[in-house]
């Protein structure tokens, strides 16, 4: 009999997620807010809103009813935007089996909190770490729903959970790693949308790939230096969680962070930037709630404090650049 998986929710992410399972032949059922939606999916095998040209493998079925989607699912995979997690899921969770797997997608640190997303997970749906796992990596959903060769990480405290995982979305073109370091590779995840951002940033702005270089580099060491602070491996950050989600996320017009930070780059206000931005750019939000997570820790992040001083506080470009630049020279470590 077929894994059984439940993905909330059939956005971009979850929906090419949910492709990986059912070509992996795993029995999915997304949760999406809107009849029309789920309609087009369960009729058409199409996700109108967010892939009109791609078609969903005969897997992949759709419902508004959560308990539906929840019903007997192995796997519940969870994909909303991290600010809405915690809402959500207390409406959700009573719904899923007691030995049911809690899987993250999701790449954003909660604000207010500071937690990440497999805490707030743990704490909502009273979920030992044991029952929890993370895929992170660089997945960019618009590659993945044409079967372009990914690969990933899938991490669970309990190795059995990641290679129970493993197996159910491994597929031809998605080749996922386990690892048990979860608080690495969503750190990776997550603090990458704020230096894609950046990246983005610098982009638009017309600098060239020496300054992206730096930013990217510079980017790892403040993530991996956060890592170290909260007990993360440090290999996780040169891995596919780390270094490769970077690389994706800075050189990809695919990426929503990447984007918003080129329009801001190029002079378009805050404004009209969050309303060009269809889809989650997480790093909108998580670079007030990772210089959060860093202060709480003890850690400098300038380029992420530089991100939300733009992005929140209205810094203008030209000064954060030479602020950045400006700081007092040091080790590379
Ligand atoms: N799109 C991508 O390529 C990748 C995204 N991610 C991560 O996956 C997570 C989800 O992102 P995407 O799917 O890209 O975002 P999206 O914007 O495409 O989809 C978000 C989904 O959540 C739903 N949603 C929004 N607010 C909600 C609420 N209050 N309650 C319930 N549902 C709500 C939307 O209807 C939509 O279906 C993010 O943390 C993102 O960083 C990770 C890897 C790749
Ligand atoms: O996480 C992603 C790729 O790994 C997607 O990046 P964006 O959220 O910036 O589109």
Redesign the pocket.
Known sequence: MSTRCAVF??????T?FGMILADAGCEVTLW??RQELVDGINRDHVNAD?FPDVELPAGVSATTDPAKAAEGAEFVVL????Q?LR??LRAWAPLFAKDSVLVS????VELGTAKLMSEVIGEVAEAAPERIAVVSGP????EIVRRQPAAAVVASADEDVARRLQAACHTGYFRPYTNTDVVGCELG?AVK?VIGLAVGIVDGMGFGDNTKAALITRGLAETTRLGLAMGADPHTFAGLAGMGDLVATCSSP?S?NHTFGMNLGRGMSLAETVAATK??A?GVKSCESVLDLAGRHGVEMPITRTVFEVVHEGKPLGVAVKELMGRSAKPER
């Open positions: 929710s059939a956005g971009s992410w979850g090419a999406g807010r967010y994909s909303v935007p991290s809405t809402a959500s997608l999701m790449k954003g997945n960019l959903a618009g995840g949308n695919l929503r889809q989650t997480e």
